[in-house]
């Protein structure tokens, strides 16, 4: 089993994207190989608007899959420090700083993410970043 954590990019392609988009997304978040980890910040990204405009179907999907991770990985000033450092390094965002510093404080193998792979994210060396587009 392949540790993942998942970027809430990947989950909101798959609930709510294009056709494309979804078939990008899915075939990360249904393989059997790979066990999920969390955030709490993934969990704010994505349920917030889904609850506030009541899609249901939408809010069901995250739910789903929240509930289907082993743990989710509990926010800290060590991560916050980690994500600042790592942010500063290589030039991120501050949510894909906090992502990374996640995936790392939850020992996952990889991060998979709905950017491709000319964006920042992936200048990291902290943790292996996947996107769901092809090389």
Known sequence: ????????????????????????A?????D????FITSEYVRLEV???????????ETEFYNAFFSLNTRTIPT?????????EEASRNGLSAIDAIHIACAVFGGAEEIVTSEKV???MHRT???????????
Not at 12 to 23: D, H, L
Not at 26 to 30: D, E, S
Not at 47 to 57: D, H, I, M, Q, W
């Open 76 to 84: 800290s000033v060590a991560l916050l420090e980690l994500a600042m």
């Open 32 to 35: 059997a190989n790979r066990e």
């Open 47 to 57: 349920l917030p608007k889904a609850t506030y405009f009541r899609n249901e179907v």
């Open 26 to 30: 899915l075939p990360f978040l249904q």
């Open 125 to 135: 060396q902290l943790v292996k970043v996947v996107s769901i587009f092809p090389p």
């Open 118 to 120: 000319t964006k920042p």
């Open 1 to 24: 089993m392949t540790l993942t954590y998942v970027d809430s990019g990947v989950l909101i392609f798959a609930a709510k994207g294009t056709r494309e988009a979804a078939a990008l």
